[in-house]
Antibody, heavy 117, light 104 residues
C-alpha cells in the first residue's frame, strides 16, 4: 500500500526559509503527479502546489507563487517544498498527497510549520 | 475556479440522510470533482472521485452526483463515524470551504 511521510516542519521566523520533504513508498513514485496542500489551525484545506511525473510542469497557488518551489527526486522517491520569505499566514499543517484520477488518493500525516517571531 | 460548499454546518442524527452541496464558479468536467472526509487531527480521506466513483474501501452509503457547476455528496444513513468535515475539490487543485456534519 502507498505510504507518504512528511518531515522538515518546525518553528521559523518571518522572512525565513524551510524545506519540507515527503518520502514515498509502496508505489511507483515516478508514475504519478504529486501535490502539497496545507491547513491553517482551525481552517479549511488549501491546495499549495502540484508537480508532474518528471518535474517539467509545476503549478502554484497564487498565495505562494514566487516564494515556494515544488520539486521531486524520482531516484530517491521524494517530494520537496522549498519555502522562502515565510509569513505568519503560512503557519499550517502541510500535507503531501498523491494524485490519481484528478484526486488525491493518498495523503501523508502532515508536518506542522509555525512562522512566528 | 472557486468552489462554494453549503451549508457550512449540518446538524443531523445517526440514521439521517445528509445532502452536501458544492457549487463551482464555472462549469467543470465531471472527471474533475472529488470529495474528502476529514476528522480532527487526521489527514483528509478520499471518498469520491470523478463526481460519482467511490474510492477504495468507501461504503456504499456514500454517493456523489452532479454536473456542470452543481455537485452533491449524499450520505444515505449517517453512522456515528460519519460525523466529520467534508470538502470538495476540483481537478486536484482548489478546495471548497468545507461542510461540518455534526451530531444533533
Amino acid at each position: 500500500e502507498a505510504q507518504l511521510v512528511e518531515f522538515g516542519g518546525g518553528l521559523v521566523h518571518p522572512g525565513g526559509s524551510l524545506r519540507l520533504s515527503c518520502a514515498a513508498s509502496g508505489f511507483t513514485f515516478s508514475s504519478d503527479w504529486m501535490n502539497w496542500a496545507r491547513q491553517a489551525p482551525g481552517k479549511g484545506l488549501e491546495w499549495v502546489a502540484s508537480i508532474n511525473q518528471d518535474g517539467s510542469a509545476r503549478y502554484y497557488a497564487d498565495s505562494v507563487k514566487g516564494r515556494f518551489t515544488i520539486s521531486r527526486d524520482n531516484a530517491k522517491n521524494s517530494l520537496y517544498l522549498q519555502m522562502n520569505s515565510l509569513r505568519a499566514e503560512d503557519t499550517a499543517v502541510y500535507y503531501c498527497a498523491r494524485s490519481r484520477n484528478n484526486a488525491n488518493d493518498y495523503w501523508g500525516q502532515g508536518t506542522l510549520v509555525t512562522v512566528s517571531p | 475556479t472557486v468552489l462554494t460548499q453549503s451549508p457550512g454546518t449540518l446538524s443531523l442524527s445517526p440514521g439521517d440522510r445528509a445532502t452536501l452541496s458544492c457549487r463551482a464558479s464555472q462549469s467543470l468536467s465531471s472527471s474533475y470533482l472529488a470529495w474528502y472526509q476529514q476528522k480532527p487531527g487526521q489527514a483528509p480521506r478520499l471518498l469520491i472521485y470523478g463526481t460519482s466513483s467511490r474510492a477504495t474501501g468507501i461504503p456504499d452509503r456514500f454517493s456523489g452526483s452532479g454536473s456542470g457547476t452543481d455537485f452533491t455528496l449524499t450520505i444515505a444513513r449517517l453512522e456515528p463515524e460519519d460525523f466529520a468535515v467534508y470538502y470538495c475539490q476540483q481537478r486536484g487543485g482548489s478546495f471548497g470551504g468545507g461542510t461540518k456534519v455534526e451530531m444533533k
